[in-house]
């Protein structure tokens, strides 16, 4: 969520910046500025008032204690009046502040300013490219019947236990995405991360504080009776394991990681490219979390960056870094960069991570702060990224490493599959 003190104080440069977001509200932020010059004027109302009634109940006081009752008693006849201007104006501020709140929660966070303008995919920048494309034989199979093939993956029984979307893991299947976690939370441990375990459902306040609500209700599976969220992602417990916390400086930065099931309902994804493991309602994923000092925050993302680099270049993977455009980014997000590897059989690229600066969004929203050099309390960064998604990094794998004798596992992987080979 944006402070109100900003958008007052860089109104142009906030209208210029949704406009790179393509938002589509802009008098939203002069409905705003107009609420909390309300909200200013009412509230100096409130305090004037006030003040007076304070100033008479002392006169008051010190007229009884002189014997001046009747000086007294013409200055208590004014304090019912002033009671009811007080509570009047206690009321309007309370619905002034409510209408600013559910204005203010409607603005997605500005985009940096390295952000490039666009609306589309297509748009995005891409930033690096790495290793060389793998070249397969003309039979080379789909991820989906190499699953078959090697009994790795049944989609129909999901359907049958849950629905499309929710695929059965088997034999080396299951060893090889028990292997990527555990590979990947190791990886993320030597980086200095600490692993945590998090519960899969969130509240409310949860949601809102990342920045899940009010934006994404459409997107989540919602547990009606409870009213809780199946999380989308571990970003979201995990970040809110500081929500209301302050923290000294010296124990910035904060590094988390988890592995977590994620649950996404996608709702109207359909066609080709939703085929096999390229998009899924429930997904396993590691992610890593930082809360940082502002001024470290883009030093940060970088090397969050290079981190998720690493596990796709230590697997082997052809990969490419996009920064994406305003338009292609989430609500909550100033800076974006995705991670796609290149599927040899599909011909395409599979978008495998998703690493973010929120800058203060989030933490305005949890009310996460610290406490700077100076004493003072101030807003933290948040940032987190998929490092990594399993689905794509499997199919992947899967595809880019089949060859006549059946599929070669990376080295990397061994260790923890104890097979050289899916055949």
């Known amino acids: 969520m944006l402070q109100v003190s900003y958008i007052r104080e860089n109104r142009d440069k906030v209208l210029e910046r949704l406009a790179v977001k393509n938002f589509k509200q802009p008098d939203l932020v002069d409905e705003i500025i107009q609420l909390d010059d309300s909200r200013r004027q009412t509230q100096v109302k409130l305090d004037n008032t006030s003040a ?32 009811e201007d007080i509570k009047k104006y206690n009321d309007e501020l309370a619905i002034i502040e409510d209408s600013l709140y ?14 490039p303008k666009g609306i589309t995919p297509e748009e995005n920048e891409v930033v690096l490219q790495n290793g060389t494309i793998p070249q397969l034989p003309a039979n080379a199979l789909p991820h989906w019947e190499l699953a078959a093939k090697y009994k790795l993956i049944d989609f129909e029984l999901g359907v049958k ?12 299947g299951a060893k090889l995405q028990r292997a990527l976690i555990n590979f990947f939370i190791d990886e993320a441990e030597k980086a200095g991360y600490k692993e945590v375990s998090v519960p899969l459902m969130v509240n409310e306040a949860s949601g809102f504080g990342t920045g899940q609500l009010p934006d994404k209700e459409g997107q989540m599976y919602f547990v009606t009776e409870d009213n809780l969220y199946l999380i989308p992602t571990a970003e979201v417990p ?30 109207g ?3 080709a490219h939703v085929r096999g493991l390229n998009r899924l309602h429930q997904f396993d994923k590691v992610e890593i979390v930082q809360v940082v000092n502002p001024e470290t925050s883009y030093d940060v993302l970088e090397q969050m ?11 082997g993977l052809h990969y490419r870094v996009l920064r994406l455009c305003g338009g292609d980014m989430s609500f909550g997000s100033a800076l974006t960069y995705d991670m796609e590897t290149w599927s040899a059989a599909q011909q395409r690229w599979l978008e495998v991570s998703s690493v973010s600066n929120f800058e203060t969004f989030q933490s305005n929203r949890l ?21 990594l998604a399993l689905p794509r990094i ?25 097979f050289e080979w899916i055949d």
């Open 367 to 387: 009310k996460l702060r610290f406490r700077n050099a100076e004493g003072k309390t101030q807003l933290a960064h948040t940032l987190n990224g998929s490092a």
């Open 102 to 115: 559910q204005k203010l929660v409607l603005l997605p966070n500005l985009p940096h300013s390295s952000v």
């Open 305 to 315: 960056s290079l981190h998720v680099q690493s596990l796709l270049q230590k697997l």
């Open 161 to 172: 236990i849950t629905g499309a979307g929710f695929p059965v893991y088997t034999n080396k």
């Open 394 to 418: 499997v199919a992947t794998l899967l595809e880019n490493n089949q060859t006549e004798k059946g599929i070669k596992v990376p080295e990397v992987l061994v260790p923890y599959t104890r």
């Open 238 to 267: 995990i970040t809110n394991l500081y929500r209301d916390v302050i923290l000294k400086a010296d124990e910035l930065p904060v590094k988390n990681c988890g592995h977590t099931p994620c649950f996404r309902r996608e709702a």
């Open 52 to 83: 007076e009634a304070n100033s008479a109940a002392k006169q008051i006081g010190e007229l009884m204690r002189n014997g001046k009752k009747e000086e007294a008693e013409t200055i208590k006849a004014k304090t019912g009046v002033w009671k």
């Open 269 to 271: 994804s359909y066609g």
